[in-house]
């Protein structure tokens, strides 16, 4: 059983950045991929980045690739997502999940946070 902490959400203006953290426990965290979601409001939660369980590969969705970048380290039990230039539609609920390998699917990640929000003001 992994336990997953999402922080570092807030309000920001557009152009700013911000970096969120999630941070594991109760589990072998290099065992898995790991994965960023966001919910914006009113929508259905969608897929962000994944990382898969070294770092080497990683996935972006095609809106953020250039602005967002996640990575993680495996001694530390944590993965982060770095995200730049944000934009008003960046607006939403970041959830990190853990799984079994690297997917753009919620149902493939077992292991959810409660999630942080980002807000982007125009």
């Known amino acids: 059983q992994v336990q997953l902490v999402e922080s570092g959400g807030g309000l920001v203006q557009a152009g700013g950045s911000l970096r969120l953290s999630c941070a594991a426990s109760?589990?072998?965290?290099?065992?898995?991929?790991m994965v960023w979601f966001r919910q914006p409001p009113g929508k259905e939660r969608g897929f962000v980045a994944s990382?898969?369980?070294?770092?080497?590969?990683?996935t972006y969705l095609d809106s953020v690739k250039g602005r967002f970048t996640i990575s993680r380290d495996n001694a530390k039990n944590m993965v982060y997502l770095q995200m730049n230039s944000l934009k008003p539609e960046d607006t939403a609920v970041y959830y990190c999940?853990?799984?079994?390998?690297?997917?753009?699917?919620?149902?493939?990640?077992?292991?959810w946070g409660q999630g942080t929000q980002v807000t982007v003001s125009s």
């Open positions: 999940a853990a799984g079994g390998r690297p997917s753009v699917r919620a149902h493939d990640y077992n292991y």
């Open positions: 109760g589990g072998s965290f290099s065992s898995y991929a």
């Open positions: 990382i898969n369980r070294s770092g080497g590969l990683t």
